[in-house]
């Protein structure tokens, strides 16, 4: 079983650097990206959600569909922006929107920073978890080219709706983890002060999870982080992106949607081939006696 | 049982009642309280065992895989798949407890992991059934109850089988990381081919259904049933309050509350489950229907 | 221009007819249809309207899907179903469900009995008018055979939202108008008491309709109306529905869309065939130029 | 005009600034109070006509489809089609006022029916245009509108020309009673097919545009644009109060009430407006673009 190669900084170290509140926020390196961007909104039902923009954008001659889970930078824009934490509507003004970027070709973009969708009672009456896999199901079924990027927080499946992708880059210094380092303590410890543990055992940095296999890319931050430099961050990111983004503009739309069926069917392959997992699938139709009919 | 609806409005469906009845016979046992938390009365464990665990006040005691297995599949008709899938501890979880130690113990009470999936008949139906088992590290979604629901869907949308899915889960495991968060898109992958393969698909939730687990396949059914009184949500109630400070009403994330807030089709009580399950796949099965 | 026949009734008796408290409602319709319906609920969003009943049924030997716009019969009932005044989650309701019945294949039937849609500020926080529009636009994308009636009221566009089928017919003693009567009084007269002269005007009885080609099938009622007898009302019903959905099993989904189309492209043939009306449609891409790219 | 997104930053969309500056030049005459109803300054005609009939508190006047088409069709660039479609008394209606009495009248103030529609280019980019005058019977949607939307919505659809629609509109008209309901379905079935031809359709919409507009076509736009302040619903605040005895808070069914309700994507001034449509429309009609 690989190990985490030993990092300078310490896990948490990187946490904390992936939640600066200097560091670029999506916006940031949307606006570097495509100048043009427009942001459009709402999600045609009731509500429109700030903590998620969304819209098209002249990028490297194509409109491409952006997406972003944007953060405040002060403490009126944090509260306008709920702090990066999405509502329902925000899920869904997403599918709206990919379902637009599919009808016109638009290749999308998308940009994963959130402690997670947001805890509070108005999102569950609006059915947050349905909308949450809706999106993650929808997100299959999107015949244009998708790449998402994890630039600060990955939260749980807050950022898992708008992270189903045909490639998944992580900034150097951002984490991506199955529930926050708080409530991953609150849960195992029932003390949300043993965070930092929690994060270490979690392994939430960029290179734990490429080394898992589940982003392509790490993508270098600019010496002492992305927050020292956003220009060169947004470079970095930006030629990334297109170096993922490029050949897929070639796939023709059914390979590309069975491309990223099987990137998540086998993301986990590293333990699938553990021996002690048990047997790989079988052939199909073994099952098949009950259902002849 | 003490159905509200009874075998002569089965018939009336077209649901035979005998087949309805002929359960996986009586039900296993149960670990129970002495008195019931919602009415107080005593329990009788034997006579609640008759009732599907029912209580008279209507409160419905958690169950756990065998006997979700026993009530919904056909005497004799369950087989059960990929049960030698075994967890395994990549990220060396150590404290604090070890994982390894929590997932050996579980075995030693004879547990196989938090999803459980097979095939079975139901009143004489072919369904593939996936049940969730709570008592399995809170029925926790993790990389083999991903990977078990995964080939149990694939495999229903190539034999056009009925889905059935049985719901009760405290969320992701942790001790599993970022690979168990990424089961909810292997999961919903598998359940996007199925329902493009025009297959039915049926989820009961039963109480407690959080986190990853209503935020993928759960609530992504054709038909989705909740049973009376559970709680069903992405955020727990207790983190809700941590979190935002808000006061929540009385009944917050109740299967009736979902049904008002338009996640769920229908509470039914569990004595009618089997009947109304048997009915509902008559329906969305029915040869020479009109055309797609 | 063809005249209304000479009814025996007024048409503000039709009117009054149409809305008797004692008239059979969706429910006694379906039920005595589908003894074994199975009512459906959820928007999938963050409401149910109990306006109305949705759900599959067995009739005729096949899974049908049922959409009823449902009265209440005593006031605790009305104030439940909210008089039959659909909010935006019934139409969101009733979308989820025809893409469901399209999945599965299942016909529909649509029994349309509404004032109008809900004229409250939560319908229009939700977005009624797209619930609407959407509704409008879906039906013509569901590849099954879709069978509607007016039973009671049909309102405005509240009941446009449930009537865009294949077939549309009309109880003999319903109506279906632009507006109810008392809001054409107050939008022409000013004055909702002019009611009874702007029904006349409206021209809303089942003839009137019949007579400008907006539906199929007029279904005679009981003597005195099907108030009068539950049981004769429905199996009128019943045979009418089944006479009009029966054929369109038969035709290819591609079909039964262009037939779809071209019933409301051209329901209103009967001015257009006026002579002064004006030119035509024109042969296509007459007006092609500013296009060619 | 005083733009708040100026020709430089049009510049960097990479739309022409002169080509978004040679509209149709000066826009007609309008009918102005003497006093802004928002700010109550006195009111220069000639000025504000310079300035699209916005003030400078921002109030935007209502202007009428001559305008409108002034306003957004490059100089010379309308061509009008059917516009010799013309409405008929079928219901014959008679009281208060006799239907071909109104139709008389207006056709003799030179208007022709609720909208035009017709081909133009937009910053040289070919659209087909429609545009609602409320001046026509409170722009209310009649069979020569439906007649002209659709005809409009096919031939973009057949000729793949993006469609721009501009609504102000009370609702259906009264006095061709079911067929002008019947319209809603007609335009929508042919908006379905625009869609389906992946040809891009914006709408702009403006005061006020209530009832079987935006119940049908004003609101499935690809982006809908609404004007500062704008009054957008389905129902009217008049008859919501009647019926409901409830307040209606301040703002209600204002452009940036709708906004925030996710109805509508963008609020745009008026000054601003040629110069945003022509950026998203070389946005959505940019060639060797990826795949659908
Ligand atoms: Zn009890
Ligand atoms: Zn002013």
Redesign the interface.
């Given at each position: 079983?690989p190990k985490r190669p030993r990092d300078t900084l310490s896990v948490w170290q990187v946490v904390e650097l992936a939640r600066h509140p200097e560091r670029p926020y999506a916006l940031d390196y949307i606006r570097r990206m495509a100048?043009?961007f427009?942001e459009?909104?709402?999600?045609?039902?009731?509500?429109?959600d700030p903590a998620l923009v969304a819209g098209?954008?002249?990028w490297r001659?194509?409109?491409v569909m952006f997406f972003g889970q944007q953060k405040g930078r002060n403490l009126a824009e944090r509260v306008a922006r709920n702090w990066a934490m999405m509502h329902?509507?925000g899920y869904?003004?997403a599918m709206r929107l990919a379902r637009?970027a599919?009808?016109?070709?638009?290749?999308i973009v998308s940009l994963v920073d959130t402690p997670g969708?947001f805890?509070?009672?108005g999102?569950?009456?609006?059915?947050?978890?349905?909308a949450?896999?809706?999106a993650?199901?929808g997100w299959?079924?999107i015949?244009?080219?998708v790449v998402a990027a994890v630039i600060g927080e990955g939260g749980?499946?807050g950022a898992?709706?708008m992270a189903?992708a045909d490639r998944v880059l992580m900034l150097e210094n951002s984490i991506?983890?199955?529930?926050s380092p708080e409530?991953?303590a609150?849960?195992?410890?029932r003390d949300s002060a043993r965070k930092v543990?929690?994060a270490a055992?979690?392994?939430?940095t960029s290179r734990?999870?490429q080394a898992?296999g589940?982003v392509e890319e790490v993508v270098p931050e600019p010496e002492g982080g992305a927050h020292r430099d956003h220009e060169a961050a947004a470079c970095a990111l930006e030629a990334a992106l297109w170096r993922h983004l490029e050949p897929l503009?070639r796939l023709?739309?059914s390979e590309l949607l069975q491309h990223?069926?099987e990137r998540?069917?086998y993301?986990?392959s590293?333990?699938?081939a553990?021996p002690?997992?048990?047997?790989k699938?079988e052939p199909?139709?073994?099952?098949?006696?009950?259902?002849?009919? | 049982m003490r159905p509200e609806v009874g075998p002569e409005e089965w018939a009336s469906w077209g649901v035979s009642p005998s087949s309805v009845a002929a359960s996986g016979g009586r039900l296993p046992p149960i670990a129970l309280t002495t008195n019931c938390p919602s009415c107080g009365v005593g329990l009788v464990p034997e006579a609640l065992r008759e009732r599907c665990y029912v209580c008279d006040c209507g409160h419905h005691f958690r169950m756990h895989a065998d006997a979700w297995i026993a009530l919904l599949a056909d005497a004799g008709s369950w087989q059960e798949r990929w049960a030698d899938i075994r967890p395994h501890d990549l990220l060396e979880w150590k404290v604090p407890r070890a994982y390894q130690e929590t997932l050996d113990q579980a075995r030693a009470e004879g547990l196989n992991e938090a999803v459980r999936v097979g095939t079975a008949t139901l009143a004489g139906l072919a369904v593939w059934l996936a049940v969730f088992d709570f008592r399995f590290v809170g029925g926790s979604l993790s990389i083999v109850a991903g990977e078990r629901l995964t080939r149990s869907l694939e495999q229903a949308a190539a034999t056009r089988t009925p889905y059935l899915l049985l719901a009760a889960s405290g969320g992701a495991r942790m001790q599993e990381g970022i690979l168990a968060l990424m089961q909810m898109a292997k999961i919903n992958g598998a359940v996007g081919r199925l329902h493009q393969m025009g297959v039915p698909y049926f989820a009961v939730l039963t109480d407690p259904t959080y986190g990853g687990v209503p935020a993928s396949l759960a609530l992504l059914a054709d038909v989705n049933i909740a049973e009376p009184g559970a709680a069903i949500g992405f955020t727990g109630p207790r983190v809700i309050k941590q979190s935002t400070h808000a006061d929540l009403p009385p009944g917050f994330q109740s299967a009736e509350f979902q049904l008002r807030c338009g996640q769920v089709d229908l509470v039914v009580p569990r004595t009618e489950l089997r009947a109304r399950l048997a009915h509902l796949i008559q329906l969305y099965t029915r040869p020479g229907r009109g055309r797609g």
């Open positions: 079983m100048p043009d427009v459009l909104h709402g999600d045609r039902v009731s509500h429109d098209p954008g002249s001659g194509l409109t329902p509507e869904r003004k637009q599919a009808k016109f070709g638009f290749p969708a805890p509070g009672a999102a569950e009456e609006r059915g947050i978890a349905l949450i896999g809706q993650i199901m299959f079924e015949p244009v080219p749980s499946g898992l709706g189903v991506y983890s199955v529930a409530a991953a609150s849960i195992v410890w543990e929690a055992q979690l392994q939430v734990d999870l898992m589940v503009l023709p739309a990223r069926y998540f069917r993301i986990d590293l333990v699938q553990a002690d997992f048990g047997p699938v199909r139709g073994a099952a098949g006696n009950p259902a002849e009919r | -």
